[in-house]
């Protein structure tokens, strides 16, 4: 059984500090990393990609990786109360046979307070 | 920008009826996938569909639950008799390729059984 591991929160940041949001996974051999935003009743959009150890950089947002620690990670700079939302992380089936069956975690809440 | 359209956006059945929920993927997508998210629960992987048939499926993806492209647009999931456990958020996705980095959802359709 593939997991995918999150803590739940709620995590609570003033205003224009970082957030920072960890996830582990269980199938070593996975590829590809997803972080999704989740604003409540609403449905997942992807925000961040990786497939490479180190870190990857978009605007605010930065996506950490380790393979060898099963440990993906999401840092947001300058947090913004509009960033208040659930992130989840997933992680597509790894192998040949994969048709973007995604796992999800169960998502960290996010509030950030003004 | 292009999106994953769903109908209806909330239903409301009795416990036993049939329900179909419908689903317009982005046009030059060809993978298309149904996730579910219960209240307060993860996102879940129902069933993935190429190439006009079913690629993989999941153990929550029950003799109960079907999926169709009736024509070139739409795809649905027909719930042949509904339970009480099946109220829930379903999400309709669809991306370019396989390999699960370009997945887009749906804005859900809110299923209530009573």
């Known amino acids: 059984q593939k997991e995918v591991e999150q803590n739940s929160g709620p995590l609570s940041v003033p205003e224009g500090a970082i957030a920072s949001l960890n996830c582990t996974y269980s199938?070593?051999?996975?590829?590809?990393f997803f972080w999704y935003r989740q604003y409540s009743g609403k449905s997942p959009e992807l925000i961040m990609s990786?497939?490479?150890?180190g870190d990857k950089e978009d605007g605010r947002f930065t996506a950490q990786l380790n393979k060898a620690s099963q440990y993906v990670s999401l840092l947001i700079r300058d947090s913004q109360p509009s960033d208040s939302a659930t992130y989840l992380c997933a992680v597509p089936n790894a192998g040949g046979t994969s048709y973007g069956k995604l796992t999800f975690g169960q998502g960290t809440i996010l509030t950030v307070h003004p | 920008e292009p999106e994953v359209t769903q109908t209806p956006s909330h239903q409301v059945t009795q416990m036993g009826q049939e329900v179909i929920l419908r689903c317009v993927p982005i046009?030059?997508?060809?993978?298309f996938y149904w996730y579910r998210q219960i209240l307060g629960q993860k996102v879940e992987f129902l069933v993935s569909?190429?190439?006009?048939?079913?690629?993989?499926k999941s153990e929550i993806f029950d003799d109960q639950f079907s999926v169709e492209r009736p024509d070139g647009s739409n795809f649905t999931l027909k719930i042949r008799s509904t339970k009480l456990e099946d109220s829930a958020m379903y999400f309709c996705a669809s991306s370019v390729d396989r390999v699960g980095n370009t997945i887009y959802f749906g804005e859900g359709s809110w299923l209530t059984v009573v």
């Open positions: 569909f190429y190439n006009n048939e079913i690629s993989e």
């Open positions: 990786i497939y490479s150890n």
């Open positions: 046009s030059n997508h060809l993978y």
């Open positions: 199938d070593r051999g996975s590829q590809s």
